[in-house]
């Protein structure tokens, strides 16, 4: 059954109408309705005009007044519009409300954020969190599909047409999202085991989570040398990819770069993606990556926290990365160390200040491990080659009687180390 969702039925000229209310700070309005034409944009639909609406109070009927509703749909009218965005979320009720006094279809910026990730996802888990995301969101709305039977509705105990085919709708949405949180959990099921495979090779690992846009993809390429989907656009990959990094001293650190956030991210969508952001929570530690050329950065990087707190990795340790600084000005560059000062400066596309940041990586996988002295057997150079490779080596020495070794290295390798160790420091 398909779902009404209207920028799915060929909308292709839209008005847009953000809000500045009481309680949002002065030009954050102007910013998120600056945000949401991108994002209409992205989905192949022209924006014929943005009004900002100055908003004390919303009203439960149209969120807007009455007066400026109507003032509103007169000029969505005569721009001949077919679509009304809002970027504020809307009830069922308001756009059901809306569509009847504008006559055209009238979505908000949950929605918008819906179609892109619906238009973006492309392996099996983000097809299916999409969808389901999509399901539980349609659910209350079903009624705009079935307003044209409304007329036909009876009196006896069945109800009318269109009353009856209402029902069976949501019984067949209902059914939609069962399955689709099944067939979710056994896909999340096998990625638990990909990840517990990796696990058995006990590296160290790192998410790179940021708003979206910020040059995640980007980061990850210039760091590992793949060749993750880079675009310059909201949303352009949405899968979480991992990719092998070898660090200074042959450290191997296992990347992920994860989707981005946005201001306003519908909470289905976060409930929705928490499967793909687990390998944040399973992450050692997060580098959190910065557009330093947005005039929002600030806002962008409130943005993350609030959504890693919800997520149950706010307190997890993280690099503060400020990106793109090969097109900052020095105003740009003065603020981000202003904002956060022990934070890197550096580019993805030119490969600026990598290395500082490659440098914290060891530093941070080094940090909490206790300093072990070794003395390996000279016959054991596979023993040495491993510990270069999953840990930290401070200071190695050539010696008649064996190598001598200082230097972090994980738990797991106790059982191994043991009958080498001189002397063990604690963290």
């Not at 965005?85 to 929605?111: C, K, T, Y």
């Not at 030119?350 to 000279?378: F, M, N, Q, S, Y």
Request: with cysteine; glycine share 8%.
């Amino acid at each position: 059954m398909a779902v009404f969702l209207p920028t799915r039925v060929g909308a292709q000229r839209a008005f847009l109408v953000g809000v500045q209310s009481s309680d949002m700070p002065a030009g954050e309005g102007e910013e998120l309705l600056a945000e949401l034409t991108e994002l209409v944009e992205n989905l192949g639909i022209s924006v014929v005009r943005a009004t900002l609406v100055n908003l004390r109070s919303p009203s439960p009927s149209l969120f807007l007044g009455k007066g400026k509703a109507e003032e509103l749909a007169a000029a969505a009218k005569a721009d001949a519009a077919d679509v009304i965005v809002f970027d504020s979320a809307l009830s069922p009720a308001q756009q059901r409300n809306w569509e009847e006094m504008a006559g055209v279809a009238v979505i908000d910026r949950q929605e918008v954020i819906l179609e892109v990730f619906a238009d973006r996802a492309r392996t099996r888990e983000a097809v299916l969190q999409v969808a389901l995301a999509r399901m539980e969101y349609s659910l209350p709305r079903l009624t705009r599909a079935w307003t044209h039977l409304s007329r036909q509705r009876g009196r006896g105990a069945m109800g009318g047409e269109g009353e009856t085919q209402l029902e069976q709708d949501r019984r067949v949405v209902r059914d939609r999202i069962a399955h689709l949180k099944e067939e979710l959990a056994a896909v999340v099921r096998h990625r638990g085991v990909q990840r517990t495979r990796r696990v058995r090779v006990p590296l160290p690992t790192a998410s790179i989570v940021g708003y979206t846009n910020a040059g995640k993809s980007s980061l990850l390429n210039r760091l590992t040398g793949s060749h993750v989907l880079v675009e310059d656009k909201l949303f352009a990959t949405l899968d979480p990819t991992t990719r092998q990094l070898v660090l200074p001293g042959n450290q191997k650190l296992l990347l992920t770069d994860t989707v981005g956030f946005i201001r306003r991210l519908p909470h289905g969508l976060v409930d929705a993606f928490k499967a793909t952001l687990e390998e944040v929570l399973v992450a050692d530690f997060l580098i959190h990556v910065v557009d330093i050329t947005s005039p929002h950065f600030e806002k962008h990087r409130s943005t993350t926290l609030s959504v890693l707190a919800e997520l149950g990795a706010g307190n997890k340790p993280a690099l503060n990365v400020f990106n793109k600084v090969d097109l900052a000005d020095e105003g740009e560059v003065r603020a981000a160390r202003q904002a956060v000062p022990d934070s890197l400066l550096l580019s993805a596309r030119t490969g600026k200040g990598v290395a500082a940041l490659e440098d914290r990586c060891r530093e941070l996988i080094a940090h909490g491990l206790g300093t072990v002295r070794l003395l390996i057997p000279l016959d054991r150079y596979d023993l040495v080659a491993r510990l270069h490779e999953l840990g930290h080596v401070q200071a190695q020495e050539h010696r008649e009687d064996g190598i001598l070794v200082t230097g972090r290295f994980p738990p797991s390798q106790n059982g191994v180390l043991k009958p080498f160790v001189l002397r063990r420091s604690a963290p």
